[in-house]
């Protein structure tokens, strides 16, 4: 069976806040995620999301406040065009723009966090693998 590994950018004012509680709730998660806080999600470059995908994870999860909520100048609505943009380009490659989960203020909860990488993880686990390509 397929066992998709995931790759969490949470920022540290949302989603890791979200995953933190989550786990100290001892939530029902996959047991193949690893969460990086980051400071805002407008930080998460997308040559370290094509790297983590060339290295085999087969999906990343970028969390982050919601459009207004952001600690800096709103920087995460300049993220998510820049991250649809790399779906577009995900898309086109044929890697699939579902391997790439954007969710900017739902996941602050520890309820919300479980449903979010729970469904994320059961639309991955019906894809191929992704071979390493680097
Ligand atoms: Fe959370 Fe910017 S501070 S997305």
Request: with cysteine; aromatic share 8%.
């Amino acid at each position: 069976m397929n066992q998709p590994r995931i790759l969490i950018f949470a920022c540290k004012w949302c989603g890791f806040i979200g995953a933190d509680a989550a786990g100290k709730k001892r939530a029902s998660l996959p047991s193949q995620f690893r969460v990086i806080p980051v400071e805002c999600a407008a930080l998460v470059e997308t040559d370290a999301i094509i790297r983590a995908l060339a290295g085999g994870i087969d999906g990343i999860a970028v969390l982050g406040c919601h459009i207004g909520g952001c600690r800096y100048n709103n920087a995460n609505h300049t993220a998510i065009k820049r991250l649809e943009l790399l779906q577009d380009l995900l898309d086109t490659t044929g890697i699939g723009s579902s391997r790439l989960l954007l969710s900017f203020g739902t996941a602050h909860e520890d309820y919300q966090f479980e449903e979010i990488i729970n469904n994320f993880f059961n639309e991955l686990i019906l894809l191929p693998p992704l071979d390493p390509w680097l």
